[in-house]
């Protein structure tokens, strides 16, 4: 059924990082009472996720994942139903893996999550059937990963977080007990990602990805900054800030949970996410800083700072760090 008269849909359009679009679809002259639902395609069993709400009459929906070019959709309220299509873009140079995190080749057993970084946003929905663990003789491992309904995407859709099941990691839990772990210390396994998966404007990757790497002994132990060294910087310049830890760290975690207190700038990792830098927006000055690290910072096995991931649960393990880690630096 069309709009009445007064009845309209318009998109208000939000560029989001990475080139991703975020829109919020709006519908003026709703009958009263009448909830606003948005579909993707012709079925209608289940509303997009998002926020729905009613102001004035007219229904705002704000979707929780970007609505995708050459889409159609259709907004529902009551009898009334009207329909949009988000214009296809232009050529675009096709989508490629640029990363996978960690980048070691040394892995240990325990490891906790894989990154997948792309080029452009992705689709979401059937991540799982584009990647493969594989070990000796191209032989798939049987349900490595955990596979979620809610894929951990970043909001731009162009970073999969994609978590091993801790059921096959932590000891004293079925799953490890009855199948075995997903790795075996001193074996090479390859994380395959097929060519197929579509990204989000439908087209399949340039090119199949893979990372092969051998498996090193468990790591059971937390995070130890007294191990840091911490490299200071010139007065006056703008010089990076250089922490090397004594182990790799998460890589999204060390980006965001890293931080240089009252200041500005860029962070990189390299060195296998061994290595930390801060570049500042201003020039240091001669005086004391602090850097601060949460206590939710994790290394490859999600150990924090102080706690282990797996936790011996017949000994007391030591209390949790709640409090933020302050080390004190001043540049030369």
Known sequence: MTPRAGQSITLRWVPGPHGSNRASVEVSGLPRAAPLKVFAGEQRETPMAGTYRVRNNTGIFEPRFSLMPGTTYYAISGTVSVSFRLPARGPTPPTRVVQVYPTADRLPLNLLK?????????????????????????????????????ELWNPAMTRLTL???????????????????????GK???????????????????????KT?????????AIEPSRW??????????????????????????????????????VALDDHERRWCFTPDKPWEHRRYVLRASPLLEDLAGNNIGKTFDVDTTRHPAPFRSAPLRLQFTPR
């Open 114 to 150: 894989f990154y997948l970084h792309f080029s452009a946003p992705m689709s979401r929905g059937d991540s799982y059937r584009h990647i493969r663990l594989l070990k000796a003789g191209n032989t798939p491992v049987e349900l490595p990963f955990l596979e979620l309904a809610e």
């Open 163 to 185: 978590l091993f099941d801790p059921g096959r990691i932590k000891r004293g839990v079925k799953p490890l007990e009855d199948i075995g772990g997903a790795l075996e210390v």
């Open 188 to 210: 090479r396994y390859t994380l395959e990602i097929g060519s197929r998966w579509q990204d989000g404007q439908g087209a399949p990757l340039a090119a199949p990805f893979r």
């Open 213 to 221: 790497f051998l498996v090193s002994v468990a790591d059971r132990t």
């Open 229 to 266: 060294r911490i490299a200071s910087p010139k007065t006056g310049s703008h010089s990076p800030l250089v922490v090397v830890f004594n182990e790799p760290l998460d890589h999204a975690l060390a980006q965001r949970l890293l931080n240089v207190e009252g200041m500005q700038g860029t």
